[in-house]
């Protein structure tokens, strides 16, 4: 595996440092999940973690920025955003429907309790963080 640079934005971390705990912790794992895939992908050799619309974002030059979050106003769910008018979404609820919760086309949504499936997930992931070099293949070349 190569060195990733990552550009962090520091107001990211005091978005991390206002959720609940129990949050944080989820949330930081979908961030590590992020970060360890970007690694895995030989075309990218930086990422830049920074806020959009409040919520930590990811974005690299080759693909559509993925944001994580959680709401107050849904306690007990946290998401994985990806943009709305992207193939991302409905293409991971052709191949994932079984496994994955969706909401509308732009997010993969999970319960407090649920165990993620990594595997699937950074498949995810790395269709989202390669968009623009996948986005005319099959299924996004999932």
Same mark, same amino acid.
């Given at each position: 595996?190569? $060195?990733?640079?990552?550009? *962090? !934005?520091?107001?990211?971390?005091?978005?991390? !440092? $206002? +959720?609940?705990?129990?949050?944080?912790? &989820?949330? =930081?794992?979908?961030?590590?999940?992020?970060?360890?895939?970007? !690694?895995?992908?030989?075309?990218?050799?930086?990422?830049?973690?920074? =806020?959009?619309?409040?919520?930590?974002? +990811?974005?690299?030059?080759?693909?559509? *920025?993925?944001?994580?979050?959680?709401?107050? $106003?849904?306690?007990?769910? +946290?998401?994985?955003?990806?943009?709305?008018?992207?193939?991302?979404?409905?293409?991971?609820? %052709?191949? +994932? $429907?079984?496994?994955?919760?969706?909401?509308?086309?732009?997010?993969?949504?999970?319960? %407090? !309790?649920? &165990?993620?499936?990594?595997?699937?997930?950074?498949?995810?992931?790395?269709?989202?963080?390669?968009?623009? &070099?996948?986005?005319?293949?099959?299924? =996004?070349?999932?």
């Amino acid at each position: 595996m190569k $060195n990733l640079q990552i550009k *962090t !934005n520091p107001e990211v971390e005091s978005v991390f !440092n $206002n +959720y609940p705990e129990i949050v944080c912790n &989820k949330i =930081l794992h979908l961030q590590k999940l992020i970060i360890e895939t970007a !690694n895995e992908i030989e075309e990218i050799t930086d990422i830049e973690e920074t =806020l959009k619309w409040g919520e930590p974002s +990811y974005l690299t030059k080759i693909g559509s *920025t993925i944001r994580i979050d959680w709401k107050e $106003n849904k306690p007990n769910q +946290y998401a994985m955003y990806f943009k709305c008018t992207s193939k991302l979404v409905p293409s991971f609820k %052709m191949i +994932y $429907n079984d496994l994955f919760e969706f909401e509308g086309t732009r997010a993969i949504v999970f319960q %407090m !309790n649920d &165990k993620i499936p990594e595997t699937e997930l950074k498949n995810c992931i790395r269709a989202g963080l390669t968009y623009h &070099k996948v986005k005319h293949l099959p299924m =996004l070349g999932l």
